[in-house]
């Protein structure tokens, strides 16, 4: 992962912004064409527990994110990037972080690109299961909640359910992509929430709501 651009824990966002504008574009471009259709992807969805010492690579990582949330046409003016998966008020309040062996990273989607958070290995935490601490690879879901300003989510209890529901639109496509890709995936809800937000240097405003898993098949 040449190029990942680094986050210091105490980075504002408009260092952050600076700091992509830098370095931007360090994925490879993510490749649209596999030959398995979607009905067939839906077909071999599954949840998997088992996988093999296979690393996953750059571009699968890519292919992975894209999947998962990626911009599938650019903002224009005031209006937001549109995704592929949808978003409640069109908040995109969903943040999605990869635990990898050389640390944690988040997605930025409208680079296609990294950004270190972290340098340590902290897969040992995605979920309480340890057969999960094997995965190669880890995604975790958070809610920036200051990122729902929609008048509609003003409430606890509103803003609670579109970050599960978006969650859910999320990781439905990662499963998809994991079947067209002949790989493995299964969501956790056990998760030492408290313990992973700190190893993740998470703020106040982004709460974790749930972990995957991503490997090859055995």
């Not at 944690?104 to 958070?117: A, D, K, Q």
């Not at 972990?211 to 090859?216: A, K, L, Y």
Request: hydrophobic share 40%.
């Amino acid at each position: 992962m040449n190029k990942i651009l680094k986050h210091e824990n105490d980075s504002s966002l408009a260092k952050i912004a600076e700091d992509i504008m830098k370095n931007p574009n360090n994925l490879p471009r993510p490749q649209k064409d596999l030959p398995v259709s979607l009905m067939q992807a839906l077909e071999k969805r599954r949840s998997i527990r088992k996988w093999s010492d296979t690393s996953v690579s750059e571009q699968e990582l890519s292919n992975l994110l894209w999947a998962a949330c990626g911009i599938t046409k650019k903002k224009q003016g005031r209006t937001k990037s549109k995704r592929t998966a949808p978003s409640a008020c069109n908040s995109q309040a969903i943040r999605v972080y990869v635990l990898h062996e050389k640390g944690v990273f988040l997605y930025n989607e409208e680079t296609h690109g990294l950004i270190e958070i972290a340098n340590d290995d902290v897969r040992q935490y995605i979920g309480t299961q340890k057969m999960m601490k094997s995965a190669p690879l880890g995604l975790v879901f958070v809610a920036d909640v200051s990122r729902m300003t929609s008048p509609f989510l003003r409430r606890e209890e509103a803003r609670q359910f579109s970050a599960w529901v978006d969650t859910g639109y999320i990781s439905q496509n990662v499963y998809l992509y994991c079947a067209a890709a002949n790989m493995g995936t299964v969501v956790l809800s056990l998760v030492d929430r408290e313990k992973l937000h700190g190893l993740m240097h998470l703020q106040a405003h982004e709460k974790i709501v749930l972990t995957q898993v991503v490997g090859h098949l055995v």
